[in-house]
C-alpha cells in the first residue's frame, strides 16, 4: 500500500493546565512531527502524537507540560504558507461508526499526487459519526431530520460539526483558510458539500468524488424516508452560497448519483461549480479505479492552482 504523508496540526490541551495549549506543525528538521503511515488515521488523540510533543519540548530542554514560547511561536507562524487538504472517506452504514481502514476508504491517487507540490499536505479525518436515535444539539438544520421520531440523516451532520472542529484547529495553527481545501467521497463528499454552504468562509474549496447520501437509487421504494425526506431536505443544505468553489466528479454507472441526479448543484452554482461527468465502468469506486486517472488529476491540479 503506498505510503500516506500526514501532517497534524493539532491543538492539544496540556495535562497539567488545561488553559495552556499547544499548536503543533512540521516546520523545520529539529521538529520531528512529520510522519508516514500505510494507511488512515484513526483520529488525532493518539500516543506517538503527543510523544512528538513532549520530544520537541525536550528538545529545548523543556518539560512536556511547558508552555510554547515566543521563538515556538515564530516557527509556528510558519504554517502560514502550509497548505492542507483534508480528506473524508464514505459511510457505508449509517447506523454504525465506519472503519477507515477498509480499503475503499483509503486516499485516492488523484488526491495523493498533490504531495508532490511544495507544502502540500493530505490530512485524513476518521470519522466517527452514526445516526443517533436521538435529537442532537448543535447539529445544522437541527430537526430536519427527526420527523415521525426518527435520526436519519444526522451521520452527515455530525461529519459537517467534525469538520469544522478540525478547520478550527487548522486555523489555531495559523493554517489560513485560502490554503484549506476539502475532499471527499460518497458521504464525505456530500457532507464536504454541506460544509461548503455552512461555513464557506473557513476553507477554500470542495472536491467531491460521488457525493452520495441516502441509499442508492433503487432502494427509493423500499426506504422512501430515505431518498423522499431526508435527501432532499439536505439538498437545501447546499445549495444557497455560491461563494466557495466545488469540484464534482459524477459516475454515469454509480447506484447512488449519476450526473443527472447532480444537476441540481450545476443549476445552483452555474459559475461557482464544475460538474465532471465520467463513466469507467467502476460505479461507486471510480475513484480509486480511474480509468481517466491522468485527466483527473489535471483537473485537480487547475481547480487547485487556479484557487490558491
Known amino acids: 500500500m503506498h505510503k500516506i504523508i500526514v501532517v497534524f496540526f493539532i491543538l492539544l490541551s496540556c495535562e497539567v493546565a488545561a488553559e495552556e495549549k499547544f499548536s503543533v506543525i512540521k516546520l523545520q528538521k529539529n521538529l520531528t512531527l512529520l510522519r508516514l503511515y500505510e494507511g488512515p488515521i484513526d483520529g488525532f488523540w493518539d500516543p ?19 508552555a510554547i514560547n515566543e521563538l515556538d511561536l515564530k516557527k509556528l507562524n510558519e504554517a502560514a504558507s502550509q497548505k492542507v487538504i483534508i480528506y473524508m472517506h464514505g459511510t457505508n452504514n449509517p447506523r454504525q461508526q465506519e472503519n477507515c481502514h477498509w480499503s475503499y476508504n483509503a486516499v485516492p491517487k488523484s488526491i495523493k499526487q498533490v504531495l508532490g507540490f511544495v507544502n502540500f499536505h493530505i490530512y485524513y479525518l476518521c470519522s466517527s459519526a452514526a445516526d443517533s436515535q436521538k435529537l442532537q444539539e448543535n447539529l445544522p438544520g437541527d430537526g430536519v431530520h427527526y420527523q415521525f421520531g426518527h435520526a436519519n440523516g444526522s451521520y452527515i451532520l455530525q461529519r459537517v460539526v467534525e469538520l469544522n472542529n478540525l478547520i478550527d484547529s487548522l486555523h489555531a495553527a495559523n493554517v489560513r483558510p485560502e490554503n484549506i481545501f476539502v475532499a471527499g467521497h460518497s458521504a464525505g463528499g456530500w457532507s464536504a458539500l454541506i460544509a461548503a454552504d455552512t461555513f464557506p ?5 470542495v472536491i467531491a468524488f460521488a457525493p452520495a447520501c441516502c441509499g442508492p437509487r433503487h432502494e427509493v421504494d423500499l426506504y422512501p424516508i430515505w431518498r423522499q425526506i431526508v435527501r432532499p431536505e439536505q439538498q437545501k443544505m447546499m445549495t444557497n452560497n455560491p461563494a466557495l468553489k466545488r469540484l464534482v466528479f459524477a459516475y454515469e454507472d454509480d447506484e447512488y448519483n449519476r450526473s443527472t441526479d447532480l444537476e441540481f448543484l450545476q443549476s445552483a452554482f452555474p459559475e461557482t461549480l464544475q460538474l465532471v461527468n465520467q463513466n469507467c465502468g467502476k460505479g461507486h469506486s471510480t475513484h480509486l479505479m480511474d480509468c481517466n486517472s491522468a485527466e483527473t488529476q489535471n483537473i485537480i491540479n487547475k481547480f487547485l492552482i487556479i484557487h490558491q
Not at 503527543?50 to 520537541?56: D, I, P, R, S, T
Not at 468562509?201 to 474549496?205: A, R, T
Open 48 to 66: 506517538e502524537t503527543k510523544n512528538a510533543m513532549c520530544q520537541f519540548l525536550s528538545d529545548t530542554g523543556r518539560p512536556c507540560g511547558a
Open 201 to 205: 468562509e473557513k476553507f477554500n474549496g
